[in-house]
C-alpha cells in the first residue's frame, strides 16, 4: 500500500490509502488464571483518504481541476465512472474524455460535444462554451458516504451499492487550466517505508535466531543421549 502511494505521488487526482489498525488478542492455551493475554495490533482493513490536493495551474485549456468535494463522473466501459482527476482530451469524435478515452458525463445525461477547433472555455459551475455557444454542464456529483467508492485502478472509483446515488457537488467550483496533483506526501510515505521494511528485517532475524536456537537445542540432546 506504501509502496503504491509513493509510485502514484505525481499522479493527478490520486488519493492515498491508509490503514485501519485494531487489536488482535492472542490467548495461549498454557495460560494460568490471572495472566493477561497478549494483544497487538493488526491491520484490519485499508481506507481511502479523500482530502483534497494542492491545485496546479497548468494553462491548458481541457485541463480542470475541483475545488472542494465531489468527482467528475464519466461513462466507463462497466458504468459511472468517478474522478479527481481533470486531465481531460478530446477523442476522435471531439467529445470531452478522460485521457483513457472514457466520456465526461454532462448534467442531465449525455456528453459534451465540441463543434469547432475553436477555444474552449469552462467557468467555475462547469458550463463549457465554444464560440460563444453552450456545449453543456460537466456534472459534478458527490457521495455523503464515500467508504461506498471503491477504487478502479489509480485514478477512478466506483460505487459498489447501486442503490445510493450521488447528489450533485454544491460549494464546489471548476477551475479551468489546473490539475489536482496527488494528496500522498512523499516523505511521510518514504519514512513509513522504510519503517516497515526494518520491522520486517528485524522480525525475520528473530525468526532466525530462534530457529538456530531450536537447532542447537536438538544437537545438544542428541550428543548427550549418545
Not at 458516504?145 to 451499492?161: E, I, P, Q, R, S
Not at 489536482?180 to 526494518?198: C, I, K, Y
Request: glycine share 12%; aromatic share 6%.
Amino acid at each position: 500500500m506504501l509502496a503504491n502511494n509513493l509510485a502514484n505521488a505525481s499522479t493527478g487526482g490520486y488519493k492515498l490509502d491508509r490503514e485501519f489498525y485494531s487489536l488482535f488478542t492472542v490467548a495461549n492455551d498454557s495460560m494460568e488464571a490471572g495472566d493477561t493475554p497478549t494483544r497487538l495490533p493488526v491491520v484490519q482493513k485499508q481506507w481511502t483518504d479523500f482530502s483534497q490536493g494542492t491545485l496546479q495551474p497548468t494553462g491548458g485549456p481541457l485541463d480542470l481541476a475541483l475545488s472542494g468535494k465531489g468527482f467528475f463522473q464519466a461513462t466507463g466501459p462497466s458504468g459511472p465512472l468517478y474522478t479527481r482527476n481533470g486531465s481531460f482530451v478530446l477523442n476522435q469524435t471531439g467529445v470531452l474524455s478522460t485521457a483513457e478515452g472514457y466520456p465526461v458525463t454532462a448534467t442531465g445525461g449525455g456528453n459534451i460535444q465540441t463543434q469547432s477547433s475553436a477555444p474552449i472555455t469552462v467557468s467555475q459551475d462547469g458550463t463549457v462554451e465554444q464560440g460563444g455557444q453552450t456545449l453543456g454542464q460537466i456534472q459534478v456529483v458527490n457521495f455523503q458516504d464515500t467508504t461506498m467508492l471503491d477504487k478502479v485502478g489509480t485514478g477512478y472509483f466506483t460505487n459498489h451499492n447501486p442503490t445510493v446515488s450521488p447528489t450533485p457537488a454544491t460549494d464546489t467550483t471548476v477551475q479551468q487550466g489546473k490539475i489536482e496533483g496527488s494528496n500522498v506526501a512523499p516523505a511521510e510515505s518514504a519514512v513509513r517505508l522504510v519503517g516497515l521494511m526494518r520491522q520486517y528485517e528485524m522480525l525475520q532475524k528473530a525468526i532466525t535466531l530462534t530457529t538456530d536456537m531450536n537447532k542447537k537445542a536438538l544437537d545438544d540432546v542428541a550428543r548427550v543421549a549418545g
